[in-house]
């Protein structure tokens, strides 16, 4: 359901990274659903770790909350020890899954290839990727911000074509602003994801560019959120630490 004057709805999504055992994986979504059983007219998504994704579809299932990994490998399956397929994603209970987080970039060699092999994969499979894009302190300092982003998106999104944009989620995460605890202005973040916007028209369309959603990630909590998501051209946040605490993520969901 549409909630911003553009028509795209908000999407607000939870990255737990490698955080949460079974219990308490259990415990959150059994708070989150007692104090806070509908979102209203935001997408909510929780991305958590792949060995709570089973518990947490059982509680989520009939709710309108919606799960995420936070990773996929291209392939559909065979000898690839320790990678999950997208449709073992979906098999489990994923709509969405994080791809080309910068953690992954930094911390497990990933690059744009992989990123757009990822992305062609989970969409063959009927996921929404949700595909994560930023740049470093030094490059913003060096004023590359935009030269970055634009070959991220070129890059990663290489292999969609303009009919799958609507399924895409963009993730506007600046490196420096990740776990930092500094988050982008308004401002800044708005500037970014205009940009982003027009990429996405000189490439796609106008009217493919005008569909997808693009989220802030990097530092939001629930002090913030409110004038990222005020911005014309923030659709969303996709949220780390804020996320780990229901109340918090509770407050983020709420934040209107
Ligand atoms: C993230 O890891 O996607 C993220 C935005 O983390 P944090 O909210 O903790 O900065």
Same mark, same amino acid.
């Given at each position: 359901?549409?909630?911003?004057?553009?028509?795209?709805?908000?999407?607000?999504?939870?990255?737990?990274?490698?955080?949460?055992?079974?219990?308490?994986?259990?415990?959150?979504?059994?708070?989150?659903?007692?104090?806070?059983?509908?979102?209203?007219?935001?997408?909510?998504?929780?991305?958590?770790?792949?060995?709570?994704?089973?518990?947490?579809?059982?509680? =989520?299932?009939?709710?309108?909350?919606?799960?995420?990994?936070?990773?996929?490998?291209?392939?559909?399956?065979?000898?690839?020890?320790?990678?999950?397929?997208?449709?073992?994603?979906?098999?489990?209970?994923?709509?969405?899954?994080?791809?080309?987080?910068?953690?992954?970039?930094?911390?497990?060699?990933?690059?744009?290839?992989?990123?757009?092999?990822?992305?062609?994969?989970?969409?063959?499979?009927?996921?929404?990727?949700?595909?994560?894009?930023?740049?470093?302190?030094?490059?913003?300092?060096?004023?590359?911000?935009?030269?970055?982003?634009?070959? &991220?998106?070129?890059?990663?999104?290489?292999?969609?074509?303009?009919?799958?944009?609507?399924?895409?989620?963009?993730?506007?995460?600046?490196?420096?602003?990740?776990?930092?605890?500094?988050?982008?202005?308004?401002? &800044?973040?708005?500037?970014?994801?205009?940009?982003?916007?027009? =990429?996405?028209?000189?490439?796609?369309?106008?009217?493919?560019?005008?569909?997808?959603?693009?989220?802030?990630?990097?530092?939001?909590?629930?002090?913030?959120?409110?004038?990222?998501?005020?911005?014309?051209?923030?659709?969303?946040?996709?949220?780390?630490?804020?996320?780990?605490?229901?109340?918090?993520?509770? &407050?983020?969901?709420?934040?209107?």
């Amino acid at each position: 359901m549409p909630n911003n004057p553009s028509g795209r709805q908000s999407i607000i999504a939870a990255n737990w990274k490698m955080n949460k055992t079974l219990e308490e994986a259990g415990q959150f979504a059994d708070n989150l659903l007692n104090r806070c059983p509908d979102p209203g007219t935001i997408e909510a998504v929780i991305a958590a770790p792949f060995t709570a994704l089973s518990t947490l579809r059982s509680r =989520l299932r009939a709710t309108p909350f919606r799960l995420a990994a936070q990773d996929l490998f291209w392939e559909p399956a065979g000898a690839y020890t320790g990678e999950i397929s997208a449709a073992m994603l979906v098999d489990v209970g994923c709509s969405h899954v994080i791809i080309g987080h910068s953690e992954r970039r930094q911390g497990f060699g990933e690059t744009d290839a992989m990123a757009d092999k990822k992305v062609s994969a989970a969409l063959q499979a009927g996921l929404h990727p949700i595909v994560c894009i930023g740049e470093t302190l030094d490059e913003r300092q060096a004023g590359q911000t935009f030269d970055v982003l634009k070959r &991220q998106i070129q890059n990663s999104l290489a292999s969609c074509s303009a009919d799958v944009m609507p399924r895409i989620v963009l993730g506007y995460e600046p490196l420096w602003a990740i776990g930092t605890g500094v988050s982008a202005t308004p401002q &800044q973040a708005q500037e970014a994801h205009s940009y982003l916007r027009e =990429l996405l028209a000189q490439r796609w369309g106008t009217e493919a560019a005008e569909a997808v959603r693009v989220q802030y990630g990097g530092s939001v909590n629930p002090d913030s959120i409110a004038a990222l998501m005020a911005e014309e051209d923030i659709d969303g946040a996709l949220v780390g630490g804020a996320s780990l605490d229901v109340d918090s993520f509770i &407050q983020l969901l709420t934040y209107s």
